[in-house]
């Protein structure tokens, strides 16, 4: 489904892309590589556990077309970790051209980390495929199944470049002696029954009108934010009106009882005030209220 390189040998099962991560940082700190360049914009999350594990994130620009690969190229980084299906937080998708960009920075001798972040859900149109397949020797694959059955389930996958597979399984070997069988035995079967595929196609049609609702509602209680972003995953990107703090928004939300993400905390360099909004576990009407309590909070605070 996603144009991935992946035969049975190169392929890990890990508890979640966060144990993919770690394991690779693991790896790649034991030949001395402790720079990691990312999405600037990014995820907090994957900021603080890149720095729990003493690597250092230079960031690189995000624009319409996702990662600036020229950038990257400049910044002087052997790595990059980057979200080309679907960026967190603005939502953009890495362009053909910056694909085919960033599998030649790679084969050139630079290492992609491909976080293969909800790419099952694209609500227009078919989904590009990985990057992975574009440069199979050069690029980590990661994926879970946190976004499309349930993170606390903590089952995921890597698929890696030959001289990557056996300190990768060294590491994962001796950091818990495996990911729990039973887990992927009953993930195996719903596989096999077609019960994934099925829940997968029940689901798209479910976010795309919470999405769909999502936007309508901003677009008349909150004009004045810029949504950015293709029909895809499981969130919203909204540039602020300017003057507007994103931190107080989001207090003065939350005191509403609307509990919205910042973008300050994922960020290397300033930038403009946005937040990032998840609606799939959130039924339509209640996201119509929310809106309506946002376009309040935005006014509270300007
Ligand atoms: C950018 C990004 N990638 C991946 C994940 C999923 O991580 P995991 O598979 O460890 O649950 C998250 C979690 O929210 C995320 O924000």
Redesign the pocket.
């Known amino acids: 489904m996603r144009a991935v390189a992946a035969r049975p040998e190169r392929v890990a099962v890990v508890?979640?892309?966060?144990?993919?991560l770690a394991l690779l940082l693991q790896v790649l700190a034991a030949e001395g590589r402790r720079k990691l360049a990312v999405e600037d914009p990014?995820?907090p999350?994957?900021l603080e556990l890149l720095r729990a594990h003493g690597v250092r994130p230079v960031g690189v620009p995000v624009d319409q077309e996702g990662l600036v690969v020229r950038k990257l190229a400049a910044s002087g980084a052997q790595a990059v970790l980057v979200?080309p299906a679907h960026q967190?937080p603005t939502g953009v998708v890495l362009s053909a051209r910056r694909r085919t960009e960033l599998a030649a920075w790679a084969r050139a001798g630079g290492l992609v980390v491909e976080?293969d972040?909800d790419a099952e859900f694209r609500y227009d149109r078919e989904p590009l495929g990985a990057v992975q397949g574009l440069a199979p020797e050069r690029t980590v694959y990661?994926g879970?199944?946190?976004?499309t059955l349930a993170?606390g389930l903590?089952l995921?996958w890597a698929v890696l470049p030959g001289e990557l597979v056996e300190p990768f399984a060294h590491a994962k070997r001796y950091a818990d002696l495996g990911t729990g069988a039973i887990d992927q035995l009953a993930f195996a079967a719903l596989l096999e029954s077609g019960g994934y595929d099925r829940h997968l196609r029940a689901v798209r049609p479910r976010y795309r009108a919470r999405r769909d609702a999502l936007v309508a509602a901003l677009r008349e209680h909150l004009p004045e934010a810029e949504l950015r972003g293709v029909a895809a995953g499981l969130h919203l990107y909204a540039d602020l009106p300017d003057g507007v703090d994103e931190q107080a928004v989001a207090e003065a939300a939350l005191r509403r009882g609307v509990r919205v993400a910042t973008v300050a905390p994922g960020r290397l360099s300033p930038g403009r005030a946005a937040i990032a909004l998840g609606y799939a576990g959130v039924a339509e009407q209640r996201l119509r209220e929310a809106a309506a309590l946002l376009g309040e909070a935005v006014r509270e605070v300007r």
């Open positions: 508890s979640g892309v966060g144990q993919g990014g995820s999350g994957t979200t967190y976080d972040y990661l879970s199944l946190s976004k993170p903590r995921g």
